[in-house]
């Protein structure tokens, strides 16, 4: 079984997917929308697929299964909801919606008719995250202390007009209606994501303080937060978009009680680091161990993934679930800001 793929948004993300999904062996690129429509040729064009003047006409398509949607932040939630009404499988950019609602909201149409809808969060394909993820749950570095998290980024300050590509002018990034939040919702969002993940602990509590804004920009460039995981454990997040002269340091270090994990940037290629307090496997206690997982193309494996659950029947395997969660921690983290105040979560009200 070959799934159709339609791509809803064809800028530089869509540009990543559309690669992905060419070396899937499950998935076909079949059409694809712009409001631009030299961007949706561009995609569609190599791959004999159909460029659509509207979303409804793709919506109708009958050789789309997976509706895959890469627009501005506001309009996510409505364009996954249209396609679910649609009766299409979604696969959505992070993260979801910009409100907890609306991501109940295709958590229930996706069950009411039996679709798989995912969100985008590919880094958990990332090889040395995934071992990560094995190790902390495996027992490897015991409980888990404390996590520091860096999303410290040099962004051109054309980002706010055109993203990290260029290949769509729109302001839509610098707008509080339309991007709903700026460094912390597009960048940190994707660690904190993996945070939960690795560790299995939902954030229970949350303080905050956002820097002000870019002249022109409406949205945070910068911010720190401390958040609380359920069992004890702290995270420190540092978030940074202009940091002169930053490269690969967006990272993660995790603190356990017998161990401690440096994660590489995700978009670097690089070693996990480990240190053991005791032999675990063929790891010696007390030094530095670099583990070099095999290279694996995160968008790629997480489509595999994708592809196979709803070939299967099953729900996706990054779905409404995780992107509740990370949305709610992001959201906890402005109000605390706003408020000067803790933040506290609760995942079972927030989802």
């Given amino acids: 079984m070959t799934l159709g793929f339609g791509i809803v948004g064809c800028g530089g993300a869509a540009v990543d997917v559309a690669r992905a999904i060419d070396a899937v062996a499950g998935a076909r690129l079949v059409a694809a929308h712009d409001r631009v429509p030299g961007n949706a040729a561009d995609l569609a064009a190599p791959r004999a697929a159909t460029v659509h003047a509207s979303v409804e006409s793709l919506l109708a398509d009958p050789s789309v299964d ?80 404390q996590v520091r998290v860096q999303t410290v980024i040099d962004k051109a300050a054309s980002y706010w007009q055109s ?40 954030y229970i509590r949350v303080m905050a303080d956002m820097g002000a804004p870019t002249p022109g920009v409406e949205v945070e460039d910068r911010g720190v937060a401390l958040l609380r995981l359920d069992g004890g454990a702290q995270v420190a997040l540092a978030a940074q978009a202009h ?35 005791r032999r675990w496997g063929e790891f010696v206690p007390d030094r530095w161990h670099d583990i070099a997982p095999p290279t694996v193309n995160p968008h790629v494996a997480y489509l595999e993934r994708y592809t196979s659950a709803v070939a299967e029947g099953r729900a996706a395997p990054v779905g409404t679930d995780a992107a509740a969660a990370a949305l709610s921690a992001v959201l906890a983290i402005y109000r605390s800001s706003s408020s000067g105040e803790a933040v506290v979560l609760d995942e079972a009200t927030e989802r």
Avoid: C
């Fill in 163 to 202: 993203g990290p590509s260029g290949r769509v002018i729109d302001d839509w990034r610098s707008r509080r209606d339309r991007a709903g939040g700026g460094v912390v919702l597009m960048n940190s969002i994707h660690q904190l994501d993996l945070v939960r993940w690795i560790t299995g602990s939902p």
């Fill in 66 to 145: 997976v509706v895959y949607v890469a627009l501005p932040h506001d309009l996510l939630a409505p364009t996954a909801l249209r396609a679910l009404e649609a009766d299409h499988h979604v696969l959505v950019e992070k993260p979801m919606a910009l409100r907890i609602e609306d991501v109940r909201a295709i958590a229930d149409a996706a069950t009411e008719r039996g679709r798989a809808a995912g969100v985008l969060f590919e880094l958990r394909e990332v090889a040395a995250i995934r071992t990560a993820h094995e190790l902390v749950t495996g027992g490897a570095i015991g409980e888990v202390r």
């Fill in 243 to 277: 940091s002169p002269g930053a490269r690969s340091q967006e990272r993660i270090e995790i603190d356990g009680t017998l161990g401690r994990l440096d994660l590489p940037d995700p978009y670097t290629p690089g070693p996990l680091k480990a240190y053991f307090r």
